[in-house]
Nanobody, 124 residues
Framework: VQLQASGGGEVQAGGSLRLSCAAS????????MGWFRQAPGKEREFVGA????????YYAESVKGRFTISRDNAKNTVYLQMTSLKPEDTAVYFC??????????????????WGQGTQVTVSS
């Protein structure tokens, strides 16, 4: 499966953005999907994940209550709605897919496929 992330940009603190991750090559319903982010000089970190059918989600504590992951399997697309953005949310955001249907916060190495990343910059 190929993943294409989009929707990044620059926003002021307190603002919102919605990222999209479009899957092609194989239908997204075959994969649990995760979002990760990587700030300059830092390791890639787990943001959240959604199960294959979308009935389960899990979020990192740092984004819980502010970010929401959803999916539209008919459109082969997963979304990351980000609200109340903070400067510390600034990072390159990546979507990833894994065949194991789990939303547990695992390391990036547990995901099988990756998109190219989209930059999110939150200014204060």
């Amino acid at each position: 499966v190929q993943l294409q992330a989009s929707g990044g940009g620059e926003v002021q603190a307190g603002g919102s953005l919605r990222l999209s991750c479009a899957a092609s090559g194989r239908t997204a319903v075959n994969y649990a999907m995760g979002w990760f982010r990587q700030a300059p000089g830092k390791e890639r970190e787990f943001v959240g994940a959604i199960s294959k059918a979308g009935e389960s989600t899990y979020y990192a504590e740092s984004v819980k209550g502010r970010f929401t992951i959803s999916r539209d399997n008919a459109k082969n697309t997963v979304y990351l709605q980000m609200t109340s953005l903070k400067p510390e949310d600034t990072a390159v955001y990546f979507c990833a897919a894994r065949t194991w249907d789990s939303v547990a916060p695992v390391s990036p190495s547990r995901y099988d496929y990756w998109g190219q990343g989209t930059q999110v910059t939150v200014s204060s």
